[in-house]
């Protein structure tokens, strides 16, 4: 079974630094992107970032452009989001997505989402 694992969230102070991480795990043989959502209790989900597997393009949300940077390591199957000069507004539970993951036993391709991990900032 394919499972998404979010981890790094926590307390942090307003103008401090956190690294989520992503990983996926099972019998994985491709994935298009993957990519970061947020959403606060009673607001919508929105994306936060995301990146493109084979080229490594990314594209943020404005309200972390800057601040925030996505990377992957594709021979892991693993998103990171480094968040810094964090703002209280930012707090949010976070969310991994996997788009278009094929596993080695089917041709099929479907999306995936993670947990959440929550990220607080405090002002």
């Known amino acids: 079974q394919v499972q998404l694992v979010e981890t790094g969230g926590g307390l942090v102070q307003a103008g401090g630094s956190l690294r989520l991480s992503c990983a996926a795990s099972?019998?994985?043989?491709?994935?298009?992107?993957m990519g970061w959502y947020r959403q606060a209790p009673g607001k919508q989900r929105e994306l936060v970032a995301r990146?493109?597997?084979?080229?490594?393009?990314?594209n943020y949300a404005d309200s972390v452009k800057g601040r925030f940077t996505i990377s992957r390591d594709n021979a892991k199957n693993t998103v990171y989001l480094q968040m810094n000069s964090l703002k209280p507004e930012d707090t949010n539970v976070y969310y991994c997505n996997a788009v278009g993951l094929r596993t080695k036993t089917s041709s099929h391709v479907m999306d995936y989402w993670g947990k959440g991990t929550l990220v607080t900032v405090s002002s």
């Open positions: 099972g019998s994985i043989f491709s994935i298009n992107a």
């Open positions: 990146i493109i597997s084979s080229s490594g393009n990314t």
